[in-house]
């Protein structure tokens, strides 16, 4: 009999082969939908580890995408740095941006977390405004014609070219989703759960909460960078948008709609929302109402989030 763990493992390897050969039936532009969805679910999975498993909701989370988007897309478009370092550079920034806005944020709880951390997205988003003679603010920045091809051994890889952006943007995803699944059923992720389900328990075993909640944030704020490093790289643009407090809102509802405390529940949630939006935009003009009624109808009919309600039906090796 097969055990469950190797039931998890061979779900989330099938997913992903699927995701790898859906490539050579989608149109060039369909590809870079579906590298768009791919990259925002690697941010929702990211978001995740906080919401799901630690029970921490940020609506600050913006700040990290834009640090990693930044962070990678102004080393190349002022230095001309290469494609390898500005994406590490634009890591690093969220790591460093996470780090200290978790040790300042985790001094409270509850609702003023969330609020705490929506200050400090607004400081950012405010700060791309500020130095708008480097971000250019509302107007971005163009990264096309600074940004030299990928060198990879004896491949050389053009970025804005739909396969390699849609190959890489899988990459970013499959390392997050198997990340994510190893961590949350490894000891560390136990302790997370046992701090959002009991924390003083936790704590009399001797785990820390600070330090574990610490750690999740900045897990989750590097994760969310190396979306925005991406997404700049392979886009080729950099938009103070990223930074508004709408990517902070996004995330989170992804999170609740595909399953809150699911591995894949990320990917649904962003991909339903990304083709709902799609789809009902060629219909009518009022599209965010539909859409909106939509996710209104999921939710009230699956409170868990739509991957929540099959994990529900059929068991939690599911997922």
Same mark, same amino acid.
């Given at each position: 009999?097969?055990?469950a763990g190797r039931k998890i493992l061979a779900l989330h390897l099938g997913?992903?082969?699927?995701?790898?050969?859906?490539? /050579?039936?989608?149109?060039?532009?369909?590809? #870079?939908?579906?590298a768009r969805v791919l990259l925002f679910s690697t941010y929702a999975i990211g978001y995740n580890l906080l919401l #799901?498993?630690? #029970?921490?909701?940020?609506l600050g989370h913006a700040l990290f995408l834009a640090a990693g988007l930044y962070g990678a897309g102004l080393p190349v478009y002022y230095l001309g740095a290469h494609p390898a370092p500005a994406f590490f550079s634009g890591v690093l920034a969220s790591l460093l941006i996470a780090a200290l806005v978790g040790a300042l944020s985790l001094r409270t709880t509850g609702v003023? /977390?969330?609020?705490v951390t929506m200050m400090f997205g607004q400081v950012g988003y405010l700060m791309t405004l500020y130095f708008n003679r480097i971000t250019l603010g509302d107007q971005g920045l163009v990264l096309a014609g600074r940004l030299s091809p990928l060198h990879l051994g004896n491949w050389t890889l053009t970025l804005s070219t739909p396969v390699v952006r849609y190959n890489l943007a899988l990459l970013l995803f499959a390392g997050a989703l198997l990340a994510s699944l190893w961590l949350v059923r490894s000891?560390?992720?136990?302790?997370?759960?046992?701090?959002?389900?009991?924390?003083e328990r936790a704590r009399m075993l001797g785990y820390?909460?600070?330090l574990y909640r610490w750690l999740a944030i900045v897990i989750s704020g590097g994760i969310s960078g190396a979306v925005g490093a991406a997404y700049?790289?392979? /886009?080729?643009?950099?938009?103070?948008?990223?930074?508004s407090i709408l990517y902070s809102i996004y995330p989170l509802l992804w999170v609740?709609? #595909?399953?809150a405390g699911t591995t894949l529940g990320p990917l649904v949630g962003v991909a339903f929302m990304t083709y709902a939006v799609e789809i009902a935009s060629s219909l009518t003009s009022a599209y965010l109402v539909v859409v909106g009624l939509a996710l209104v109808l999921v939710i009230m009919g699956l409170p868990h989030g739509i991957m929540g309600g099959v994990r529900a039906r059929w068991g939690r090796w599911f997922l």
């Open positions: 009999m097969i055990s997913v992903l082969a699927g995701l790898g050969l859906l490539q /050579f039936v989608l149109s060039p532009f369909h590809q #870079g939908m579906v #799901g498993y630690t #029970g921490l909701m940020s003023a /977390f969330s609020i000891p560390f992720g136990r302790v997370l759960v046992g701090l959002r389900e009991h924390e820390s909460p600070f700049a790289l392979l /886009f080729s643009h950099l938009s103070n948008a990223f930074a609740l709609l #595909g399953g």
